[in-house]
Structure formats: C-alpha cells, structure tokens
C-alpha cells in the first residue's frame, strides 16, 4: 500500500516538473504552425531611385503560413497622374492565389506622370487575405537625368624616350552620364608622330559606351619620322554626342647617337703592302641627334695583321660632327698579293655599335720584286753560260 502511495506521488512530482518544459516546447513552433503569420509581403528592394520619365518595377513576394486563399492587391498613396499595375504570368492581375508550399511572385509597375517632378515618393501596397490584411511601405526617389559627360583618368600622361620608342599611354574613359554614347577619338599630334588607339588589345577609332560605364583604352605614339630630341605635346578628344572630354599627354624625345664609318671620298677600300704599315684615313660620323661620348674604335682583321688606330678613343663627336681618324694597317709578312676583308668598328658608351667592311688590296714588297728579277736574271745567265760552253762540243 505505501509503495502504491510512493509511486502515486513520484508520478504526481514529475508531472507538475515537465509541464512548464512541455509549454515552452508549444512556443517554439516551425514555420507554418498555426501561430505563425498568416500573411507576409515583402520587397527585397523597398527603396529605389530612378530618372524622370523612367518606370520602375518593384518584385513583390507573398507568402501564406497555413491557409491557401486569394489575396487582393491595392496601391494606397499614389500621387496625382501616377499609375500602378500589378503584372503576374505577363498579365495585369488584381488578385493571386497563394499557397502554403511556396511564394507567389508578383511584380509592381509605377508609371510616372509628364510633369513629375524630382524627390522622393512613399506609396503603399496593400494585400487582403481572407482574414488578414497587410501593408508594404516603398519609396521611389525620382531625381533629374545627368546630361551627357566624359572624362579622362590617366596613369602617366609624360613619358621619356628615344626617337625610336614607342609611347605607350595607358587611360581610362569614363561615361559620368545617364544616356548611352557612341564615342570617336581623335589625335592632334606634331609632325612625325602617329597616334594609334587600342581596346582590348584591338584598334579601335569609335565605340559605344553604356551610361555610367568606363573603358580602358592603350594610346600609343611612335615617331615614324627623325625626329629631333625635344618635349612633344600630343592632344586626345573623345567626343560622343554633346559630351566631349580633352586629354594632355606628353613624349619627351631623348637625344640618341648614330655613328657611321667612311672614308673621304666615300669608298670602302684601300691598299696595303705585304709586312709593311700602310695608313687609312677614316671619317666617324655622328648622324644622330645627341652626342656621342667615349667612341672606341676596334677591328677584325686577318690572321697576321695588325691594325692600330690614331687615336684609339674619341672623347666626343657632336651630333651633326665628324672626326677623322687613321687606322694604320700592316698585313702579314708572307701575305700572299689580293684582296682581303677587314673589319673596322666604332663603339660609343651609350648607343649601338657602328660596323663597316673594307676590301683592302695587298701587294707584295718591292724589295721582294727586285731579288725575284735578279734571281731570274742569274738564271737566265747560267743557262746562257751552260749552252755556249757545251754547244762549241
């Protein structure tokens, strides 16, 4: 009897401890549960801004918790001349039927009248259910349509080189407006430059460009001319419509040598004689447009011979100047008579090396000439000697 007593009690305990826990578990409901909302309507984007003259779409999202039921829709604070429609399937629609297995998607269409004005709009969208009614409040900023504009951004607008660079610049075209532009470019260079513009590695002289859009653009400047060392100025116009915009670039052209070999009277030949040292007058001429300083001059030349310079290294020789320098060249001793190649260069400290082949003609010594007739002379007399003495026998 006094354990059915014990165990009526435990029983009794427990139950009055759980049933605060099993209240609280009742709360804690999953969507769709009856004390869920019945109706819920929303916007991801309830605040908006648009352009005078635009219409503007606002997607809106119903959603029932348990019930399935037609909803009503209505737009509540509409301006004076404004017009509301509200579109579903491709259709104007009053009405959608909602289901608690998934949204309804509907969208808003606000028309703006000719005479609106600029600032904000609040308007109201209405759904009624069949026992609920809910509200969505949205806003549409209205403001004026920007006019047409360009600009230039550039990284570097100077660049340095020599007359044989090419001038890579590198921009950015901006579209600040509200309306879509087709955009030409144009170049006013000097003289002796062409410009080119590339996009995407492509040339490109016009394109379209969307409304607040930007373009990156390669605008590249190479001399196709000598042109002299000197600050370039080169003026880039993009115009699209009545919107224009202007950029200032600049080449600096740096001086840069050009060294050429000749000879007085412009032939690339002399003579030598074999084992004796015979002198070569050079002209090293400057055709370039800056100086060209420590000029060293060398050569390749036969096995054999040897070739020296007078003088060996030119301090300077000024753009436009010559220098006369002789090489003294002496071939081998036993150099056979002909022509051969020599090699004669002239190396600047800053610049290319200059290069020329000279045919230089070898003859023999006259000394050596002389001993050769004499030897064919006595030769001569012991033949003559031996057919006397033997032709009297």
Partial sequence: MRRTVAVALLISLLTLLLWPGASLWAQEEPPGAPNAPELILFTRYPAQEAEIGQTVTFPLILRTANTPQTVRLTVQDLPEGWQATFRGGGKIIQAVYVEPSEDSRVDLKLEQPENVESGAYQFTVVAKGETTTVRLPIELTIRDKLPPSLSFDIDLPTLKGSPNTTFRFSATLRNDG??????NLLADAPPGFLVVFKSSGQEVTSFPMEADSSKRLSIEVKPFAEIAAGTYPIR???QGEEAQATLDLTAEVTGQPDLRITTPDGRLSGQATAGQESPLKL???NTGTASALGVEMSSTEPNGWTVTFEPKKIPE??????VEVTAKIKPAEKAVAGDYMLTIRARPEEGSTE?????????TSTLWGMVGVGLIAVA???VALAVVRFGRR
């Fill in 380 to 382: 001569v007399g012991v």
């Fill in 317 to 322: 020789i000024q753009a436009g100047q010559q």
């Fill in 236 to 238: 880039v116009v993009a």
């Fill in 178 to 183: 509200d309306s879509d532009l087709t955009v």
């Fill in 355 to 363: 290069s020329a082949e000279f045919r230089i003609t070898v003859l």
């Fill in 283 to 285: 002209l090293i001429q």
